[in-house]
């Protein structure tokens, strides 16, 4: 099943386009002051963060702690990251020739995810493969889930550089793994394998049933939520309901996120306790933004989305959903689990999720001529569900503690000898949990290249 292709990134946004120019209205037979000239000339840098500052304080979620006389005489990138919030982890701007505020990823560059972990046996840090993409520079050089590596670019893994590691991989046109083997007591270094930088476009998504004494499981994994595939899950729901399944294991390990209509009308289609009217989502903006909120059958159906009808054909009318996580599952793919918590049992097996309970909107100059060319991505609302719970900026909490990299080895996503899916099957078969060939009990990562994702939410809410 090929659900996310030629997607563009991590995410695709649903832009919101605000103009930062005034709009003059005139009537027949009224007299008109004289317009006040644009600003002519060559674009500064003072101008760019002039235009910078004159939206962040219209819209961004932290508007009132901006600094009151920043220092615009700078980059648009350094000023950007001058004046964020502290706190804030999410916002980003980028400029023309794909210069951005914020940090490419592995996962962007190469085409793999990867952490860092302490194997107790030989004390040793050691990389472990998580995710490889389709048609990725990392796939064409060999790589696999589940793989290890011990050196990048001839520097060997400590417990401390994992972050510098990731920054020489990205300040690089190509990087080099060396590989190892791993038998659950010796580490052994192998050849070494160069992954040159490519852009990678099409994402992953694997669909499967598991069956057992009559029971069907339907299982899904895909790497984000994107609003221009809402038809394909509901062909994907439509197979999962003609199989007559019993229970759904959502894969969202190493969803960074995407659009909320995808994930409204995703949520649409698990539980008949949802009607088109259900509360969905509330937005709390700064104070011009106020509080707003949005129902299933509004969110999911948004910017020509599918009806909500259309949805319910599909609805699977499970009691609960199984949905697995990483520090890696962030944005929409959290909201999946915050929102649908009034209306479904959901039950998260894995890790900590990594935390962004934000939504933003998509900000650049609609003049004509265009003046600025720079595109904002602010934080403009915090996000709750329908009983008006959120605040999990420190991630959610699973209701069953499952660490990847302690329950070795790794398999295929969609493969029942994966540790992770095994033990969620035998949580729904009421099973005892099978071990896995090397469990070294919840031994914590030291580093995990697809949490530094700086996943986006993007929200088509009208502003006023």
Known sequence: MNLLTNYPGNIRAQNLFIAAACCLCSFSGCKKDPATPGPEGPVNNIEINTWITDSLKRYYYWSDELPLNPNKDQVPTSFFNSVKFSADRFSFLTLPGGESSQQASSRSKYGFDYVIFK?????????LVTLVLNTSAAQGAGLRRGQYFTKVNGIALTEANGADLQKEMLNGTSLRLTQAQFDGKVIKEGSTTTINASRTLEQMAVQKTFSLNGNTTGYLFFTAFNALERSSYMTVFAKFKADNISDLILDLRYNAGGDVSAAAAMCSMTTRSVIEASPFIE????????????????AAEADNGPSFSSLQQHNLNLPRIYVLTTSATASAAELIINNLKPYITVVQIGQT??????ASITISDKRSPKRIDVTLYPIVYKLYNSLASGGYSAGII???LFIESANLPLQPFGSEGDPMISYALSRIRNQPAISSNRSFGQQPELFNSAAQLNSVLLTTKKLN
């Open 283 to 298: 937005y709390r903006g700064n104070t011009q933004g106020g509080i707003r909120k949005e129902s299933f059958g509004t």
């Open 398 to 400: 699973p209701d069953e």
């Open 119 to 127: 194997e107790p046996v030989t004390n040793q840090p050691l990389g």
């Open 353 to 358: 999720t990594r935390g962004k309970d934000e």
